[in-house]
């Protein structure tokens, strides 16, 4: 019946993420355990959205599976009206390239290159030429405001400069939606602010987001909460 | 375009555990090192023969005294005379030259500085024959040999061995085995022939060798020259006839003598300095393989220690393809560089062989060539295992990873 309608996408021109009937399911032994029981889900463009959860609520793996780094056992997940369910590791990888931006606790930079060289990876995958690398990522060190810094290592800049970094390389190829896993959890609490302020500035350029977060005042940023519990959504509220 | 930018990456990485690298590199660096040296010390060696053959000329027979076996016991005697010299020199069918000659190793004094040297007693078509030149004097004459005159032609080493200047020696006297000797030449320089150096020699009349310094009527070798050397084989039976009658020697019995065919040893020598080559090639490239086994074990500690790095390049949008490529560019580098290492190395090493033990090395490009690409092909079949672990990581347990 409406299943219909709802594949069809001239119906749903906003949507980003769409995820319905989601299930992600581990085979420990003999025993089945579902990180994602099922789960539905749509996100629309430039929504702010905070996922929240006890651990083992299955937020992790709600998180990789938006950011196409695993594969939904059941369920279909759609992405700008492409079935990311069905995709292989060729088009997936593509597609965390294209359309994905990772922010993660942990930053995750390589610390044998500079920020610049850390930003201008993704591109590089992208099969950018030089000159045009060179000015995206100049860009996205500016929109973090760490221009003055590009030639510096990971190990020579403070916590809340790696993330900005991390957050610039997540922004560099203009993806569909920005994902970010604990983004303040190695940060005191003023670093961690800054780096809310920076999310709310993204978010007030036309940025989708998605902060996957155990804070409440994290959370707090965001205009949507989705609270997952044993592996399905027990609450979704707007402000 | 991706792949400068992954040849970056990879310099990048080497560059970031540099000596690490050199120690990786270092298996394959000896291993190309040995390839070059190994094959410029086989090339040299048959330059060297080469070289010797077109010297001597490959038209020359040597006939020397050979055992005897007769009533169960073998006699090592003296059995060439100059009177076999003569024999075979008097109208001879397909011999040009011969040319007795008595060796062996004497005291020679000059002033007050004293020599063990090869004393060479011969006649005097040995220069033509042999194809020595005079640098200074002359050659020894047919009226020296006639009456065994003390005069002595030396070989070009001899005045630099004895410190004195070459021209100033002529006229000079000298003393072997205690007997004055007048210098009357000296030859110019022929080159060393592997296990005897002409140039190292003193030259004096057959004659006067004979009954001056050893005393008896025995020589040591006769050489003769072929008159046409497609005619060797009937030179050699020649040879053979004229000294089986002038021995006496009866029909079944054996020769006391043997004729050694220069050209067939040479070749023979070249053969054998053939297999030598690729023996040690092969050795040499074993140790190529050694030192492959050597990168991957260390591509593999490197992709086990770069998981995270992995797992982050597969988040950002790296491809398995990617993946693979940057692990095999890197491992294919570190030989290439190895190998490069390598070669000059071996070249460094083969220049030394030359220039200190005095062994003739010959770098060839071909064996530079190969053994930079067997580097390559080195770095990329034992790159593989070890960039497709990498690639077929699990990006999220990748990203776990500490």
């Known amino acids: 019946m409406a299943s219909i309608l709802l594949q069809s996408p001239v119906l749903k021109p906003r949507s980003v993420i769409r995820l319905e009937g989601l299930q992600r399911r581990y085979q420990m032994g003999a025993q089945f355990i579902d990180a994602l029981h099922c789960v539905d889900l749509e996100i629309q463009k430039n929504e702010y959205v905070a996922i929240m959860g006890q651990s083992g609520s299955g937020k992790s793996t709600l998180m990789n599976i938006i950011g196409c780094l695993d594969h939904p056992t059941a369920g279909e997940y759609w992405l700008h009206d492409e079935r990311v369910s069905r995709m292989n590791d060729k088009q997936l990888a593509r597609t965390r390239n294209m359309a994905i931006g990772f922010v993660f606790q942990t930053f995750n930079l390589l610390p044998r290159m500079t920020a610049f060289a850390n930003v201008e990876v993704p591109l590089i995958y992208s099969g950018l030429n030089r000159k045009e690398r060179l000015g995206r990522t100049n860009i996205a060190l500016e929109t973090v405001g760490l221009k003055d810094r590009m030639q510096h290592r990971p190990s020579e800049l403070s916590g809340g400069q790696?993330?900005?970094?991390?957050?610039a390389r997540a922004l560099v190829t203009n993806p569909s939606i920005l994902l970010a896993d604990?983004?303040?959890?190695?940060?005191?609490?003023?670093?961690?602010?800054?780096?809310?302020?920076?999310?709310?500035?993204?978010?007030?350029?036309?940025?989708?987001?998605?902060?996957?977060?155990?804070?409440?005042?994290?959370?707090?940023?965001?205009?949507?909460?989705?609270?997952?519990?044993?592996?399905?959504?027990?609450?979704?509220t707007r402000l | 375009m991706l792949i400068v930018e992954t040849i970056r990456m990879s310099l990048n990485s080497i560059q970031a555990n540099l000596f690490r690298a050199l120690l990786t590199m270092l298996g394959i660096i000896i291993g190309v090192a040995a390839v070059i040296t190994m094959v410029a010390l086989g090339t040299?060696?048959?330059r060297a023969i080469d070289a010797q053959m077109a010297a001597l000329g490959d038209d020359i027979l040597s006939i020397q005294s050979s055992s005897r076996f007769s009533r169960g016991v073998t006699h090592d005697s003296q059995t060439l005379t100059t009177?076999?010299?003569?024999?075979?020199?008097?109208?001879?069918?397909?011999?040009s030259d011969v040319v007795p000659e008595i060796g062996g190793r004497l005291q020679v004094k000059y002033g007050n500085k004293n020599f063990n040297l090869s004393v060479v007693g011969t006649t005097p078509n040995y220069p033509l024959v042999h194809g020595f030149k005079l640098a200074h004097g002359e050659f020894l004459s047919a009226a020296e040999e006639a009456s065994r005159t003390r005069a002595v032609v030396l070989g070009s080493e001899i005045p630099e061995m004895m410190e004195v200047d070459a021209a100033a020696l002529i006229g000079q006297t000298l003393q072997i085995r205690s007997i004055s000797f007048e210098i009357i030449g000296i030859y110019e320089s022929k080159g060393g022939s592997g296990w005897r150096n002409p140039d190292d020699d003193l030259y004096i009349p057959l004659s006067t060798s004979q009954f001056r310094v050893t005393g008896n009527e025995f020589v040591g070798t006769i050489s003769a020259r072929v008159s046409d050397s497609s005619t060797i084989p009937l030179a050699m039976l020649e040879i053979e006839r004229v000294l089986r009658r002038e021995h006496g020697i009866l029909p079944g019995k054996d020769n006391d003598f043997s004729i050694m065919n220069r050209k067939q040893f040479a070749e023979s020598r070249a053969?054998?300095?053939?297999?030598?080559?690729y023996l040690l090639a092969g050795i040499a490239g074993v140790s190529l393989v050694v030192g492959g086994i050597g990168?991957?074990?260390?591509?593999?500690?490197?992709?086990?220690?770069?998981?995270?790095?992995?797992?982050?390049?597969?988040?950002?949008?790296?491809?398995?393809?990617?993946?693979?490529?940057?692990f095999l560019v890197e491992s294919t580098i570190l030989c290439l560089l190895g190998g490069l290492l390598g070669l000059a190395l071996g070249a460094s090493v083969s220049a030394l062989l030359a220039k200190y033990a005095g062994w003739q090395t010959v770098v060839t490009s071909s064996s530079a060539m190969i053994a930079f690409?067997?580097?390559?092909?080195?770095?990329?079949?034992?790159?593989i295992w070890p960039a497709k672990r990498a690639a077929a990581l699990d990006p999220i347990e990748a990203l776990r990873y500490d």
């Open chain 1, 162 to 167: 790696r993330q900005r970094v991390a957050i």
């Open chain 1, 182 to 236: 604990e983004p303040t959890g190695n940060l005191d609490s003023a670093t961690g602010l800054e780096i809310m302020g920076l999310f709310d500035k993204l978010h007030s350029l036309g940025n989708t987001l998605i902060v996957v977060t155990h804070e409440q005042h994290i959370a707090d940023h965001a205009q949507r909460t989705v609270r997952l519990s044993d592996g399905d959504v027990i609450e979704d």
């Open chain 2, 44 to 46: 040299g060696a048959q």
């Open chain 2, 83 to 95: 009177d076999d010299a003569k024999a075979l020199a008097i109208e001879p069918v397909h011999l």
């Open chain 2, 271 to 277: 053969e054998a300095t053939q297999v030598f080559k």
């Open chain 2, 295 to 326: 990168i991957m074990n260390i591509m593999l500690v490197t992709v086990t220690e770069r998981t995270r790095e992995i797992g982050v390049r597969k988040a950002l949008g790296a491809t398995r393809g990617n993946i693979l490529l940057q």
């Open chain 2, 373 to 383: 690409g067997f580097s390559a092909a080195v770095g990329m079949v034992f790159g």
